[in-house]
């Protein structure tokens, strides 16, 4: 009963007490190949200085340009309300995929709220946006089919083509006339586009993509994962906000970031997705996501259709930010978004990373394998609740702090 020698027992428990100390535990021993394979990298990853992954959990009192929460939804009251009364409810769920009845009225309602935002005839749900591009591209390519990629574009697609073992045909960013080339030797394919690219927050010129897969016979699949929400009536993004929705014949969508939620989606053509919902492997194979996060999310896109002027407000401060930048001298690439990416040499954007976090701003650091090796990339995600004055001292401090590291490039 109180013997030193033995672990201390919670009494109503019968349970060891593990609150006083970090438990041990054994690990297996890996094989040479493996563990030296997996050393070079974590080597690489271990001499980043200042190191940029280790952002702190409790960000109140921070800037928080490392998040994709653009909209601030996430904890929108009528989101957690929502999410907090469809947990009261009393249910019974399949935990199965929604091909073998995984659904709710929560996500049906969502599903209709979608249709609407993106203007689409139907929507397959899926777990994250990484299985809505994965699992699409290897359900309708075949190895003989060519997949033409921008360089730029999300990874997901990237191993969708590689699960699919489809001939991947890569084309420069945001060049039309180097893809209809590309298209005219390989011949009918799949175009794979973002309609805002994650790296540099740029925008595709999506009519003359249209226009050569529709002379060409290509199917265009177009990543919509930071621009819905942000573009477009209803925030249906950017196929919505030019009228050509009814060209694109797949768009996908990351539910992660405008809407702040968890999961992904494919919008298309009802024929089309009633075939492709139950030969998806990530849709047949997964559970589908829960009827609280449905519910959610269902609320997140009712604000979001409400209010469009969360997303005005952000793209405004965003091209504030731009503005700032450049008249400075600082290369924002074709940024024209709430994102806004500087690129550096080697892995210096950690540098520029850590000034910043002195001063109470986070920010992304992108390096290899994310991006080709040699450069690194430090990204700013510009969100709604940021106002002018914020913006003004977010740019002050960036370029302080390019200053102390290429004074020579940036004027006074």
Known sequence: MGDAGHSAVNDAEGLPDMSSSAAVYGQPTYPAWIADRVRLQ????????????????????????????????????????????????????SFSSSVFGGVSSEHDRFVALLKDSLQANDIILTTAGWTANAGLLEAICAEETPV?????????MVDGIRFSQAKKVI????????????????????????????????????????????????????DEAHSFGMFGA?????????GLAHRVHFRTVSLSKALGGHGGLVAGSADMLRSLRSHMRPVL???????ILAAG?????????????????????????????EAAGVDTRASRSQIVSLFFKDEQACQLYGELRERRILSSVFVYPAIPRGISMLRFSVYSELKADDIDYIADCTLAGLRKMRPAELRP
């Not at 200085?49 to 653009?70: K, T």
């Not at 033409?148 to 997901?156: M, N, P, Q, R």
């Open 171 to 222: 084309v420069r960013h945001n060049d039309w006339e180097h893809l209809e080339k590309r298209v005219k030797i390989h011949g009918p394919g799949v175009v794979c586009i973002d309609a805002l690219y994650s790296t540099d927050g740029s925008l595709p010129d999506l009519p003359r993509y249209i226009d050569i897969c529709e002379r060409h016979d290509c199917i265009l699949v177009l």
């Open 297 to 325: 999310h269902a609320a997140a896109l009712e604000v979001l259709m409400r209010e469009p002027e969360r997303a005005a407000h952000c793209l405004e401060m965003a091209a504030r930010f731009i503005r700032t930048l």
């Open 42 to 93: 974590r080597d690489f990853i271990d001499n980043l200085r200042p190191f940029p992954f280790d952002q702190p959990a409790d960000i109140r009192g921070f800037y928080s340009l490392h998040q994709n929460d653009y909209l601030r939804l996430s904890n929108h009251p009528e989101v957690v309300h929502a999410r907090a009364e469809a947990n009261l409810r009393p249910r019974i769920e």
């Open 285 to 291: 194979f997964s559970s589908s996501t829960s009827a």
């Open 148 to 156: 033409y990629i921008d360089v730029e574009a999300h990874a997901s």
């Open 234 to 242: 209803k925030g249906g993004g950017l196929a919505v906000k030019l």
